[in-house]
């Protein structure tokens, strides 16, 4: 890598977790040669504005040749965009294996939470609690082996096979967030989607809800906090890698404890009861298929378990969340939901 710095390309750098990492990661170290993909001229313009020295590719991610030909120059790749699609994935492969030098190029990849709601999905019980729990060190071999039918699987694997493929070539490490909150940091999209959603459907349809019992358990994690991981990761991979580990020992899990929907259910339909002056103390259980009829996927956005502890990144990196909870955050996602809903006349003020 450069003694100034190292190459890195970025994707989804407009979306929520894009966005605000690389916030954290341009401010940290504004001597790295960062390119970002972007998908037109309007997004390209927004981070421009934000970061002026920071170069520009114009690529969705089904523009494969471009993909890999900025991955073909880049010592790090953070993928942060849809975490689903293979093609861009095997054009990051390609790219990196096309590098030249003496050292391997390095991908940071982000995972989706529901790779761990496999079980929630193939038995159906949503809405209830299951008691399994993954864990990035001791159970890591788990998580690198789950089936091929669960969720966000098919890219995982794409990205755990290119270090088998590329040994001397490519190093990876995977990143699975859980429900994220908190405003980004970013050019663009600065807003999360499961309790942001959810609030929103709370106050569209004046109707507080949550799949059969709630008592299923997701982990959280603050945008802010996960950035910083990334960061350290990105910092670990232009140390060569260390004190990082990579490939199969490369799976990251990012959480700041668990929460019970249900409990964070109720929270949010107290806090619009006492803030806009609509009654939603009751919260329904409603079945899976009624509740997506309120909110698109409700079931496996507030229905699904989904759990695992992070103890690679505390042992190995330092990290340790520090900003706010989940439920800290509610009175705040509750103003910013009814507010660009225009219903901003209707709130009360803050206790």
């Known amino acids: 890598m450069s003694d100034m710095g190292p190459r890195v390309f970025v994707t989804g750098a407009t979306g929520y977790i894009g966005g605000d990492a690389l916030f954290e990661i341009a401010k940290a170290h504004p001597n790295w040669y960062i390119t970002c993909a972007v998908r037109n001229s309007d997004k390209g313009t927004k981070i421009a504005q934000q970061y002026p020295s920071i170069k520009l590719v114009h690529a969705d991610l089904n523009d494969v040749d471009v993909i890999e030909e900025a991955a ?3 010592d790090i790749v953070f993928h942060f965009a849809n975490c689903d699609h293979e093609a861009s994935a095997k054009a990051i492969v390609r790219g990196l294996a096309r590098r030249t030098g003496n050292t391997p190029g390095y991908w940071i990849h982000t995972s ?15 809405g209830d609690e299951l008691s399994q729990v993954f864990d990035d060190w001791n159970g890591v071999d788990e998580l690198t082996s789950l089936p ?3 969720e966000h699987r098919n890219v995982d694997k794409l990205v755990l096979e290119a270090s088998k493929t590329y040994p001397d070539k490519i190093k990876t490490a995977i990143v699975c967030p859980p429900v994220i909150f908190g405003r980004g940091r970013g050019p663009a999209n600065q807003r999360s989607i499961q309790l942001y959603r959810l609030t929103e459907a709370f106050l569209k349809h004046k109707r507080a809800f949550m799949v059969g019992r709630g008592k299923n358990i997701w982990d ?7 950035s910083r991981l990334y960061l350290l990761l990105g910092e670990a991979a232009a140390n060569n890698g260390e004190p990082a580990t990579w490939n199969d020992l490369g799976y990251y899990l990012a959480e700041n404890g668990s929460f019970v929907w249900k409990d964070v259910i109720e929270a949010v339909a107290g806090e619009i009861s006492k803030r806009c002056s609509m009654e939603l103390r009751v919260v329904e259980e409603l079945s ?3 509740a997506t009829k309120l909110l698109r996927g409700a079931k496996y956005l507030i229905g699904a378990n989904c759990r695992g502890t992070s103890i690679r990144a505390r042992k190995l990196l330092g990290w340790e969340p520090r900003e706010k909870s989940l439920m800290d955050e509610i009175p705040a996602i509750v103003e910013g939901e009814a507010t660009s809903l225009g ?3 209707l709130l009360e003020p803050r206790q």
């Open 288 to 290: 899976p298929e009624e």
């Open 148 to 150: 091929d039918h669960a």
């Open 72 to 74: 073909s120059k880049a």
């Open 112 to 126: 989706g939470a529901l790779i761990l709601g496999t079980e929630t999905i193939d038995r159906g019980c949503w």
């Open 220 to 226: 959280q994690v603050h945008v802010q906090d996960l």
């Open 343 to 345: 219903l901003a006349s």
